[in-house]
C-alpha cells in the first residue's frame, strides 16, 4: 500500500514540466511576460518556470491547526479584553472601581504634560511604558 502511494506521488511529480516564460519588450518600451516567444523574435529574457507542488497532507493539517489555534487565541484575548462578540459595541464589561482618588488623577495629570512636553513627544516606547505603569500603580 506504502509503495502504490510512493508511486502515485513519483508520477504526479515527474509530471509537473517546467515551462518557459519569457519577457518581452513591445512597441513603446512596453513589457509583457508570457509563455510563448516574442513576436519580435527576441525576448528581454527567457528562463523556466518551474510550477510550485501542491502542499502535503502533512502541510494542509499545520496550516489547518495554526488557523484554527489563532482562532482560539484571538476570542480569548477579546473575552480577556470584554469584546466578545454578543457584547454591545464592543464595550468592555464590568466598571472602574475609582481607587486612589487624588493619586489616580495627579498621576493621569502628570503623564500628560510630561508627554506633551518636547521630551514626552519624543520618548520611545520605554519612556512611555514607564508613565503607562506609573498611572496604573497610581489608579490601581
Given amino acids: 500500500m506504502k509503495f502504490a502511494i510512493a508511486?502515485?506521488?513519483?508520477?504526479?511529480?515527474?509530471s509537473a514540466q517546467a515551462q518557459m516564460v519569457y519577457k518581452c519588450v513591445g512597441k513603446g518600451g512596453a513589457l509583457s511576460y508570457q509563455s510563448d516567444p516574442c513576436e519580435s523574435g527576441v525576448a528581454a529574457k527567457a528562463w523556466a518556470a518551474t510550477p510550485?507542488?501542491?502542499?502535503?497532507?502533512?502541510?494542509?493539517?499545520a496550516r489547518e491547526y495554526a488557523?484554527?489555534?489563532?482562532?482560539?487565541?484571538?476570542?480569548?484575548?477579546?473575552?480577556r479584553a470584554g469584546r466578545w462578540p454578543g457584547h454591545s459595541h464592543g464595550e468592555a464589561q464590568g466598571a472602574?472601581?475609582?481607587?486612589?482618588?487624588?493619586?489616580c488623577a495627579k498621576a493621569r495629570a502628570e503623564r500628560d504634560e510630561w508627554l506633551k512636553s518636547p521630551q514626552g513627544r519624543d520618548a520611545g516606547i520605554d519612556g512611555?511604558?514607564?508613565?503607562?505603569?506609573?498611572?496604573?500603580?497610581?489608579?490601581k
Avoid: K
Fill in 7 to 14: 508511486a502515485a506521488l513519483l508520477s504526479l511529480a515527474c
Fill in 52 to 61: 510550485e507542488p501542491p502542499p502535503s497532507a502533512a502541510q494542509l493539517r
Fill in 67 to 79: 488557523r484554527q489555534r489563532a482562532q482560539v487565541e484571538s476570542q480569548e484575548l477579546a473575552a
Fill in 96 to 103: 472602574a472601581i475609582p481607587i486612589g482618588g487624588n493619586a
Fill in 128 to 139: 512611555r511604558r514607564v508613565w503607562h505603569e506609573y498611572v496604573w500603580n497610581a489608579c
